[in-house]
């Protein structure tokens, strides 16, 4: 069976909010903003509400739940942790605004205009003292080792995995376990581990910096003793090329997104942007580097040693 109305109810968030708020169940404090229905944080007068849409998705300041409109549906009513029957419900809530009786709104006047900086240090330590509870690392191939520099972390209440973006906790990425529609979400956006292009070497394979799309990836070079940086997605290659052009880095980069359409055409992306730039930044292409692996962590699973013995031949 297909879930062919998926992406169409997404953009209808907003729509459900306005239902929402005309049965009474979640009050409007305007811009996209309303009382939070997890926390409940803005339900006092000219106390700022912290719920808020942006885009597709609902994000709380307060209690820093987030989702989208799947999301908010199972919690609105109380669904279990199965993505079908969200799917389902949402279908049948929103039926009537698919169908065009009631026209969707555009999304830009949702999109608030400021974002209030949340210190994630707390919890994201908290989430590490926790990491003991879950293997889901360990069964990503990543040692103790890694996933203690990396302070990678657990939320058992929420039952997801944090990874912060670097030893600041300035922003994080949070992987829910459970068979969720979408398995990432952003906290912050930043370049994973961006710290090792400008390390000092010390031995001849720092020299090389590795290029990956998920953070999981760049981990498991670190793993295996080599430096890489994690993007957060092929469309973060314009993130990095900006970086580097405000402070450019005399590391060889290699250029290691995954294999397969979308990471190639992002490399591609990567080199046009780059020669845009006056840098004199050397990188490599490999192909071929993930043989017939999907990523990084793919190949570190499925052959440890074959990855290893690959990979440090390129960074030879
Ligand atoms: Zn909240």
């Known amino acids: 069976m297909g879930f062919e109305f998926k992406e169409e109810l997404k953009q209808l968030l907003p729509d459900y909010l306005e239902l929402l708020e005309e049965q009474g169940k979640v009050e409007s404090r305007g811009e996209g903003y309303y009382v939070c229905p997890f926390c409940n944080s803005g339900d006092k007068k000219n106390y700022t509400a912290a719920f808020h849409i942006d885009g597709t998705r609902y994000n ?6 987030h989702g989208d409109i799947f999301d908010l549906v199972a ?3 109380n669904l279990p942790s199965d993505w079908k029957k ?3 419900r949402t279908l049948k809530i929103m039926r009537p605004c698919l169908d065009g009786d009631k026209p969707t709104k555009s999304r830009e006047e949702y999109i608030p205009e400021f974002t209030i900086p949340v210190d994630y240090t707390e919890y ?9 509870q879950t293997d889901y690392f360990s069964k990503r191939g990543l040692s103790k080792k890694t996933i203690e520099r990396f302070k990678l972390g657990y939320d058992s209440e929420k039952n997801l995995v944090t990874i912060p973006y670097n030893p600041n906790c300035k922003g994080y990425v949070d992987r829910v376990l459970w ?6 979400y952003k906290h912050g956006n930043e370049l994973f581990n961006i710290e090792v292009l400008y390390e000092k070497s010390l ?6 910096v590795f290029i990956t799309e998920g953070q999981i990836d760049a981990m498991s070079f670190e793993e295996i003793g080599l430096s890489a940086i994690g993007l957060g997605g092929v469309n973060e290659v314009s993130k990095l090329v900006q970086n580097l052009n405000e402070k450019p880095s005399n590391k060889v980069l290699v250029l290691a997104l995954d294999n397969d359409k979308a990471g190639r055409r992002a490399i591609g992306k990567f080199i046009e942007e780059l020669a845009e730039t006056e840098l004199e930044q050397e990188f490599i292409v490999d192909s071929g580097m993930y043989k017939k692996y999907k990523d990084a962590n793919e190949f570190l699973i499925a052959d440890r040693d074959g990855f290893i013995e690959r990979m440090k031949r390129i960074a030879d």
Do not use: I, P, R, W
């Open 86 to 88: 969200h799917y389902n």
């Open 75 to 77: 919690h609105m009513e």
């Open 203 to 208: 031995f001849g394979n720092e020299e090389y």
């Open 124 to 132: 994201l330590y908290k989430c590490h003292k926790n990491v003991g």
């Open 60 to 65: 709380c300041f307060a209690c820093s739940k």
């Open 179 to 184: 068979d969720g529609n979408s398995k990432y």
